[in-house]
C-alpha cells in the first residue's frame, strides 16, 4: 500500500492558464474526494466520488474547476483560466465505503487517508 | 450547520509534560470525530478517529482523545510530550452516513519545547 499519490506535488502558473492535478487513491479505496486547503485554514472539502460517479460538489467548485475520475481509479481535478485567489494546496483523499468494511481490515472504515497535496501557486 | 472550533490557534508545552488541544463540534445526528496532524508543506497524517463505542480512543503515536457527548467536545492528549510532536493539529467532524465530508476546525500550532 503506497498511499495517496498527487501530482504535482508543485505547480506555479501564470494566470489564466490551465492547470490539471492527477490523484492516484489507495488501490482498494472506492470514494476519493478533493479538498482546499489555503494558508492558516483547515482544508475545506471540494468534491467526492464513489467510484466513478461524482456524488457531491460544493459551492466552492465554481464553473472553472472540473473534477473526474473516468475508471473509478485515479482521479484529476482541472482549473481553468486560473485567478490568483486559487493559490492554495489542493488535497487529494481516500476512503473505503464502511459497507464494504467486511472485506477490509477490521475499522478501517469512515478513515479517509490523504494525499501530500498539490500546491498551486497563481502569478 | 456542521461546525469544528478549535478555540487555541496555539498550545505550548514543555517537552516531557502532558499536552491537551481542544476541540469542540455541532452536528445533528451522531458524530464521527477525527484529529490529524500536519507537518510542514505535507499533507495530513491521520491519528485517531472516534466513531462509536468506548468514549477514550487511542491512535497512532502515543496520542488519544476523550469523546464527550455532553460538552460536545474531542480533545486530543498526550501524556508526555516530545519535540518531535510539534505540527499542525486538526480536528475535524463528518456527520453519520454523510460520505466522509470532513469539516475541519482551523487548527492548533502545538510546539514542544526541549
Known amino acids: 500500500d503506497t498511499g495517496v499519490s498527487q501530482d504535482p506535488r508543485h505547480k506555479i502558473t501564470k494566470r489564466g492558464q490551465n492547470v490539471t492535478f492527477r490523484c492516484d487513491p489507495i488501490?482498494?479505496?472506492?470514494?476519493l474526494y478533493w479538498y482546499r486547503q489555503t494558508l492558516g485554514q483547515g482544508p475545506e472539502f471540494l468534491t467526492y466520488f464513489q467510484n466513478e460517479a461524482q456524488l457531491e460538489k460544493s459551492r466552492l467548485l465554481s464553473d472553472r474547476f472540473s473534477a473526474e475520475r473516468p475508471k473509478g481509479s485515479f482521479s484529476t481535478l482541472e482549473i481553468q483560466r486560473t485567478e490568483q485567489g486559487d493559490s492554495a494546496m489542493y488535497l487529494c483523499a481516500s476512503s473505503l465505503d464502511p459497507s464494504l468494511q467486511e472485506r477490509s481490515p477490521p475499522d478501517s472504515g469512515n478513515t479517509i487517508y490523504f494525499g501530500e497535496g498539490s500546491w498551486l501557486t497563481v502569478v | 450547520a456542521q461546525s469544528v472550533a478549535q478555540p487555541e490557534d496555539q498550545v505550548n508545552v514543555a517537552e516531557g509534560n502532558p499536552l491537551t488541544v481542544k476541540c469542540t463540534y455541532s452536528?445533528?445526528?451522531?458524530?464521527?470525530l477525527f484529529w490529524y496532524v500536519q507537518y510542514p508543506n505535507r499533507g495530513l497524517q491521520f491519528l485517531l478517529k472516534?466513531?462509536?463505542?468506548?468514549?477514550l480512543v487511542k491512535g497512532s503515536y502515543g496520542f488519544e482523545a476523550e469523546f464527550n457527548k455532553s460538552q460536545t467536545s474531542f480533545h486530543l492528549k498526550k501524556p508526555s510530550a516530545l519535540v518531535s510532536d510539534s505540527a499542525l493539529y486538526f480536528c475535524?467532524?463528518?456527520?453519520?452516513?454523510?460520505?466522509?465530508?470532513?469539516?475541519f476546525g482551523q487548527g492548533t500550532e502545538l510546539s514542544v519545547k526541549p
Open positions: 472516534y466513531i462509536t463505542g468506548d468514549n
Open positions: 475535524a467532524v463528518d456527520q453519520e452516513n454523510q460520505g466522509g465530508k470532513l469539516i
Open positions: 452536528v445533528s445526528g451522531n458524530p464521527y
Open positions: 488501490s482498494e479505496h472506492n470514494r
